[in-house]
């Protein structure tokens, strides 16, 4: 860091440094200001709304896609639960056709132990 | 205004909070990025800024000052629009026509010979000064001499060490002080 720097950066005073310095801190200065004009920024209102709406949609896309996403699951669970009723159905009947199949089973069986029984 | 608290309704999605922000830092954000980017996608890269600062503001910690993390997220953006224009291969122009007769720089009295030399600079000089400088440059020197941001926050923005960021600086004031002294000769 030089002279220049140094009083840019408040560390010397204008006192402090050479004629040089001090024209080209001068010519510096005024430099900065007109830059600082140059860089002046105002935002309007119509950009906060449309940066508002902007978020405010692409929160909502989100979210359509999260539930689409959801909804699709629940969709094929339905669809595939629904395509394996038959056979589920199947077993359903069978179970119920068991029972009549062991119940005549047992009763041969019973009648088959009191047979020996006796 | 509280930063605390800020954050807090932010990440509550207060409509409040957003109209806090937008107020206190799109004038800031939009400053950067002109001087940055000399280009008219200014309220392009505000609203893109803002953006990712209300998606981003779950994820922020806190490690640093909310001006901070908005300078360092606006830096990103300016650096992704400057890729984008060097892809397109895009040529800028500055300011537009017609302004610069309203930033003649006028003397005040009592100042020395320096007045004279002074007078002649106009906006078109500054313009062309700061064209010649890279946007680095331009965006160090906005940050420290106009924005007067200590070392250390800069240094926070850019990710870099500060005495990268000091060693930056004091050769970017070289080449604009070199440019205004050499158009000053030529002038």
């Keep these: 860091m030089d002279e220049f720097d140094r009083l840019l950066?408040?560390?010397?005073?204008?006192?402090?440094?050479?004629?040089?310095?001090?024209?080209?801190?001068?010519?510096?200065?005024?430099?900065?200001?007109?830059?600082?004009?140059?860089?002046?920024?105002?935002?309007?209102?119509?950009?906060?709304?449309?940066?508002?709406?902007?978020?405010?949609?692409?929160?909502?896309?989100?979210?359509?896609?999260?539930?689409g996403v959801f909804a699709s699951?629940?969709?094929?669970?339905?669809?595939?639960?629904?395509?394996?009723?038959?056979?589920?159905?199947?077993?359903?009947?069978?179970?119920?056709?068991?029972?009549?199949?062991?119940?005549?089973?047992?009763?041969?069986?019973?009648?088959?132990?009191i047979s020996d029984g006796w | 205004m509280n930063e605390k608290l800020l954050i807090d309704a932010l990440k509550k999605r207060q409509n409040w909070a957003y109209e806090v922000l937008y107020r206190e830092y799109a004038p800031k954000i939009g400053s950067i990025a002109k001087s940055f980017l000399n280009s008219d996608d200014v309220d392009d890269v505000v609203q893109d800024v803002i953006i990712r600062v209300l998606k981003g503001i779950k994820k922020f910690r806190g490690d640093s000052k909310l001006s901070t993390w908005i300078y360092r997220i606006t830096v990103n953006v300016c650096k992704d629009y400057l890729q984008r224009y060097k892809r397109r291969n895009e040529v800028f122009t500055d300011f537009q026509e017609g302004e610069e007769d309203e930033y003649y720089l006028q003397p005040k009295s009592g100042e020395d010979i320096l007045k004279d030399s002074l007078l002649e600079i106009t906006a078109e000089r500054v313009r062309m000064a700061l064209e010649k400088l890279s946007p680095e440059d331009r965006l160090l020197i906005k940050l420290r001499d106009v924005d007067d941001l200590s070392y250390e926050e800069i240094a926070n923005i850019l990710q870099k060490p500060v005495g990268t960021i000091k060693s930056r600086l004091h050769y970017a004031r070289q080449r604009l002080r070199k440019i205004l002294e050499e158009g000053e000769e030529n002038g």
């Excluded at chain 1, 906060?48 to 405010?56: M, N």
């Design chain 1, 9 to 67: 950066d408040g560390e010397k005073s204008l006192e402090e440094v050479s004629d040089d310095v001090r024209r080209s801190y001068q010519l510096y200065r005024k430099i900065l200001e007109m830059y600082k004009v140059r860089c002046e920024y105002t935002p309007s209102e119509r950009l906060k709304e449309k940066i508002l709406r902007r978020y405010k949609r692409k929160s909502a896309v989100l979210t359509g896609v999260l539930l």
């Design chain 1, 73 to 113: 699951v629940i969709f094929v669970f339905v669809l595939f639960d629904t395509l394996s009723l038959p056979s589920y159905r199947k077993e359903k009947l069978a179970q119920v056709q068991n029972p009549v199949v062991s119940d005549v089973i047992y009763f041969i069986k019973t009648v088959e132990l």
